[in-house]
Nanobody, 114 residues
């Protein structure tokens, strides 16, 4: 049974930082690319960052230079370090991977006040 469990969301002020974590189980974690998506109220879910099996990272233009995705294969965990947060970063953040099927975590709320 594949499980993705996010944590680390919260309420912060603009300019502050948060680090999200996603603990994975039921997959060969080191063999999977891992993704962070977010969904703002009234908007479609969008890809924020992706990290390949080998650690190569890609980012949405809106977060480049502020967010960093990383992974710890020993802990089966992927992280999203979010710095210089803006109100437009507010939303529910989801961990995602594909392992024969698509899997999503339950999401963690990030709220950035101005």
């Amino acid at each position: 049974q594949v499980q993705l469990v996010e944590s680390g969301g919260g309420l912060v002020q603009a300019g502050e930082s948060l680090r999200l974590s996603c603990a994975a189980s039921g997959i060969i974690f080191s063999a999977n690319a891992m993704n962070w998506y977010r969904q703002a109220p009234g908007k479609q879910r969008e890809l924020v960052a992706r990290i390949s099996r080998t650690g190569s990272a890609n980012y949405a233009d809106s977060v480049k230079g502020r967010f960093t995705i990383s992974r710890d294969n020993d802990k089966n965990t992927v992280y999203l370090q979010m710095n210089s947060l803006k109100p437009e970063d507010t939303g529910v953040y989801y961990c995602h991977t594909v392992w024969l099927h698509e899997y999503w975590g339950q999401g963690t709320q990030v709220t950035v006040s101005s």
